[in-house]
């Protein structure tokens, strides 16, 4: 059961075209973290709003429902949207978790009946301040040092599908290049949902950019819009199990660089997850924080958030908290589901020994990791976090069903369900 004037899509490939250009806009217009533009992943389904003005992409697991990219509305209708899709979900009998909101969409969550957890953080490097300057981008300095004068070359790639040479030639180069990394990880394949999946054919605006040796491309970096072109997320970096050393940050530099040329005013390193959890807020989920707690201290071989902190830190970028938000509450079995469908925790037996030997050898020859504790850190105060809620609830535009009502909470009846 769908509310008036709302629309529900099955999969991707279900879209309308304009439907389709609708997503891809708001997404790019409107996207303001990281994985905005995850939500134009093949397998999600997706809740339009009246008249279209608004979409929020989601996977689902029984009868709770994972989101991804937020919502993806103007500013000021996003508090409709957010009363739509839980009219929707009132109707539906479902849970939903919205999986990575930011801080200053904190308290119009929780005043909507959200129970909210931080689950993490997103280094941001504002280009307009970075400089790569000075004793703090030394490490950076040298692995771009290292990587010109050993012949590396960076160039941008239009993936257009319509181009053969693109789609025979560099589409499946770049697909070797992503199965000789993914051999050499603890799952031996791509993950999904809060990570985006190698698709050359469906690339919309992201943008790519390769590191060349010899004319052979060694790495390649894949970055996501947001906020109409003034943020890009590096969230898709792969290279070749014998590619020069550093070549993912000479990448990442030689992509600021040039975004920084094009007056774009942000670049997202991605979410590290379980990054300071402890540092959450007194309402957050004990099974939440005590959860990814674990998992930074006892599983690190499992997307080992350590080493991701590490080397995203060494680009000395500020940092955005990130939240899960679920309604009604957070319950256990959906927080394992969506980890399960994530993949995270879910490797490939066969390669899970040599991973966790290669982290035992590294602890035995002492290696240093940078320490969120006393590295430096910012808080990052741009636009998006400095100002109040972006949104607050509004009534759907009809009541829900009487069946929906029946069942309903008195916070449901009083916010949702009645205008």
């Known amino acids: 059961m769908v509310p008036d004037g709302c629309t529900h899509v099955a999969g991707r490939d279900l879209l309308t075209p304009d439907q389709l250009r609708t997503l891809e806009a708001l997404a790019y217009r409107e996207g303001e973290a990281y994985d905005s533009y995850l939500a134009l992943e093949r397998g999600l389904e997706y809740f339009f709003g009246c008249g279209g003005q608004g979409v929020v992409g989601y996977t689902r697991w029984r009868k709770h429902l994972f989101v991804v990219g937020g919502l993806l509305a103007a500013e000021g209708r996003r508090g409709k949207l957010l009363s739509q899709l839980m009219d929707f979900a009132v109707r539906n009998r479902l849970e939903i978790s919205f999986l990575n909101i930011l801080g200053r969409d904190v308290p119009a969550f929780r005043n909507a009946g959200f129970a909210v957890s931080k689950v993490g953080e997103e280094p941001v490097v504002p280009l307009d301040t970075c400089t790569w300057q000075g004793a703090d981008y030394a490490w950076v300095r040298r692995q771009e040092n290292f990587c010109t004068r050993s012949g590396v070359q960076f160039d941008e790639i239009v993936p257009d599908p319509k181009c053969d040479t693109f789609l025979n030639v560099i589409a499946p180069e770049i697909h070797e290049v992503s199965r000789d990394h993914l051999e050499h990880t603890v799952y031996g394949r791509e993950l999904s949902m809060m990570v985006g999946r190698l698709d050359p054919e469906a690339m919309f605006r992201k943008r790519l950019f390769v590191a060349r040796k010899d004319g052979r491309i060694e790495a390649f970096v894949i970055a996501n819009p947001g906020r109409n072109g003034d943020l890009w997320s590096v969230e898709t970096y792969r290279k070749r199990v014998d590619a020069t050393r550093g070549v993912i940050a000479f990448l990442i530099t030689q992509i600021s660089r040039q975004l920084r040329a094009e007056d774009v005013k942000l670049l997202s390193l991605c979410q590290v997850p379980t990054l300071r959890v402890k540092c959450g807020t007194p309402s957050d989920s004990a099974f939440v924080t005590n959860g990814m707690a674990f998992w930074w201290k006892y599983l690190p071989w499992f997307y080992d958030p350590p080493r991701q902190?590490?080397?995203?830190?060494?680009?000395?970028?500020?940092?955005?908290?990130?939240?899960?938000?679920?309604?009604?509450?957070?319950?256990?079995?959906?927080?394992?589901?969506?980890?399960?469908?994530?993949?995270?925790?879910?490797?490939?037996?066969?390669?899970?020994?040599?991973?966790?030997?290669?982290?035992?050898?590294?602890?035995?020859?002492?290696?240093?990791?940078?320490?969120?504790?006393?590295?430096?850190?910012?808080?990052?105060?741009?636009?998006?976090?400095?100002?109040?809620?972006?949104?607050?609830?509004?009534?759907?535009?009809?009541?829900?069903?009487?069946?929906?009502?029946?069942?309903?909470?008195?916070?449901?009846?009083?916010?949702?369900?009645?205008?």
Not at 343 to 370: C, F, S, T, Y
Not at 390 to 395: A, M, R, W
């Open 309 to 419: 902190y590490h080397f995203k830190s060494r680009f000395r970028p500020q940092y955005r908290e990130c939240f899960v938000a679920t309604y009604p509450k957070t319950r256990i079995a959906p927080m394992l589901a969506f980890f399960f469908k994530w993949g995270v925790i879910v490797p490939d037996l066969k390669r899970l020994p040599l991973q966790m030997l290669k982290r035992m050898a590294k602890w035995k020859n002492h290696e240093r990791l940078a320490d969120p504790v006393t590295e430096p850190y910012v808080l990052y105060q741009g636009s998006l976090d400095d100002s109040p809620p972006s949104f607050h609830l509004e009534p759907a535009d009809r009541p829900a069903s009487e069946h929906a009502v029946a069942g309903a909470t008195e916070f449901e009846k009083s916010t949702i369900l009645v205008p």
